[in-house]
């Protein structure tokens, strides 16, 4: 699978921004989409899942509340929209997929798929 993420940007402290994800090669059924962050100088981190059935998300401690994950089957996407944005919410983000049947994993070493990143910029 392919992936192609887009919708970074620069917003201010509070502002939104919604992230895509545009996934191509072949069918989603049994994967998990997953979004990371990396900030400069800093390792990979977890942002947010989805399994592609969408019965379950889960959501890094740090946005959880602020930021949601969904998925558009009739495009072949994952979204990530957030809202309440804070300067440590800078980084690169990046798309990720694993086929995994229903299991969701906080590891970016399990994650076969990648986007190119998109970068998110929070001013305070």
């Known amino acids: 699978v392919q992936l192609q993420a887009s919708g970074g940007g620069l917003v201010q402290a509070g502002g939104s921004l919604r992230l895509s994800c545009a996934a191509s090669g072949r069918a989603l059924s049994g994967y998990t989409l997953a979004w990371f962050r990396q900030a400069p100088e800093k390792e990979r981190v977890f942002v947010a899942a989805i399994t592609w059935s969408g019965n379950r998300k889960e959501y890094a401690d740090s946005v959880q509340g602020r930021f949601t994950i969904s998925g558009d089957a009739a495009v072949n996407a994952v979204f990530l929209q957030m809202n309440s944005l804070k300067p440590e919410d800078t980084g690169t983000y990046y798309c990720?997929?694993?086929?995994?049947?229903?299991?969701?994993?906080?590891?970016?070493?399990?994650?076969?798929?990648w986007g190119q990143g998109t970068l998110v910029t929070v001013s305070s």
């Open positions: 990720a997929a694993q086929r995994s049947f229903g299991r969701i994993s906080w590891s970016q070493y399990e994650y076969r798929a």
